[in-house]
């Protein structure tokens, strides 16, 4: 019964912003670390961000400072702040959980959502 359920996805201009959340249930949030994936069209998944229960994070290279993601214990929710968004940000971008700190391949986190698309025009 677990699931994750993504929204806050639209499209945006170069430069623009965006912040997704993600609502989890069914499963133990807070002992589960939350990440965030991506995936364009002919391309691999590619990891965005995680949080673990205690706050910590970890981010993919190309990020490079303009993402950030966080944490709502209370409603069982984490969000990801994307700032400074660029074409080739565009993609499906899934919430994802495992319990493995530090973990970036898709085949290490157990409960996926559907997704939410983001377009960012140039």
């Known amino acids: 019964q677990a699931q994750l359920a993504e929204s806050g996805g639209g499209m945006v201009q170069v430069g623009e912003s965006l912040r997704l959340s993600c609502e989890a249930s069914?499963?133990?949030?807070?002992?589960?670390?939350m990440g965030w994936f991506r995936q364009a069209p002919g391309k691999d998944r590619e990891f965005v961000a995680a949080?673990?229960?205690?706050?910590?994070?970890y981010y993919g290279d190309f990020v490079k400072g303009r993402f950030t993601v966080a944490r709502d214990a209370a409603k069982n929710q984490v969000v990801l702040q994307m700032n400074s968004l660029a074409p080739d940000d565009t993609a499906n971008y899934y919430c994802?959980?495992?319990?493995?700190?530090?973990?970036?391949?898709?085949?290490?986190?157990?409960?996926w959502g559907q997704g939410t698309q983001v377009t960012v025009s140039s």
């Open positions: 069914g499963f133990a949030f807070s002992n589960h670390v």
């Open positions: 994802a959980a495992t319990r493995n700190f530090g973990a970036t391949a898709p085949t290490a986190y157990i409960y």
């Open positions: 949080i673990n229960w205690s706050g910590r994070t």
